[in-house]
T-cell receptor, first 113, second 112 residues
Framework: DTEVTQTPKHLVMGMTNKKSLKCEQH?????MYWYKQKAKKPPELMFV???????INESVPSRFSPECPNSSLLNLHLHALQPEDSALYLC????????????FGQGTRLTVV | DAKTTQPPSMDCAEGRAANLPCNHS???????VYWYRQIHSQGPQYIIH???NNETNEMASLIITEDRKSSTLILPHATLRDTAVYYC?????????????FGDGTTLTVKP
């Protein structure tokens, strides 16, 4: 199983809503990542988790709250988002112990209305 | 992580080789070169990576110059399905989570 599964695939939320994005992998990877990608732009790193602990936060606003409840699961909790937060949110995982590539999920297309 | 520079776009005829260049003149000795591609609205897909030597796998070949300041990704027989944005990334090869910073990439369009 070399998949990173993200749910939902599409999400529309209002600016006062609270929602969560979910990412799951069963490859035993202990490094997991959240990226944000705006249209026609490269992915931008948001957060890095290493062994279930937050190791990098790229100065992301607090309305985005990551969580890594176990080694297979990564969540991104969303609250009070703005329309400019609409983007493709990508999750990735990587085997920390080896110099291997990152595996990406297909992303969640988020629209904030 | 070192920065990379890629041409914004390239065209290639179907069946011909696609050669995608990447400059990484500030690369450090312990940084690998990785290539990913992203087909429209999908997640990035790993292609290949290397340190010094040329590498080949079932998808592509990677040619790294001797001074390691640039590299070329070669798709030997491009197909229409290879139309995508190709990203060249350099990252430290340490056993930590680290981070991969994407540059602007090259949009490759394979034409019939």
């Amino acid at each position: 199983d070399t998949e990173v599964t993200q749910t939902p695939k599409h999400l529309v939320m209002g600016m006062t809503n609270k929602k969560s994005l979910k990412c799951e992998q069963h490859m035993g990877h202990r490094a997991m990542y959240w990226y944000k990608q705006k249209a026609k732009k490269p992915p931008e790193l948001m957060f890095v988790y290493s062994y279930e602990k937050l190791s990098i936060n790229e100065s992301v606003p607090s309305r985005f709250s990551p969580e890594c409840p176990n080694s297979s699961l990564l969540n991104l909790h969303l609250h009070a988002l703005q329309p400019e937060d609409s983007a493709l949110y990508l999750c990735a995982s990587r085997n920390r112990a080896l110099n291997t590539e990152a595996f990406f999920g297909q992303g969640t297309r988020l629209t904030v209305v | 992580d070192a920065k990379t520079t890629q041409p914004p776009s390239m065209d290639c005829a179907e069946g011909r080789a696609a050669n995608l260049p990447c400059n990484h003149s500030t690369i450090s000795g312990n940084e690998y070169v990785y290539w990913y591609r992203q087909i429209h609205s999908q997640g990035p897909q790993y292609i290949i990576h290397g340190l010094k030597n040329n590498e080949t796998n079932e998808m592509a070949s990677l040619i790294i110059t001797e001074d390691r300041k640039s590299s070329t990704l070669i798709l030997p027989h491009a197909t229409l399905r290879d139309t995508a944005v190709y990203y060249c990334i350099v990252r430290v090869a340490l056993t930590n989570a680290g981070k991969s910073t994407f540059g602007d990439g090259t949009t490759l369009t394979v034409k019939p």
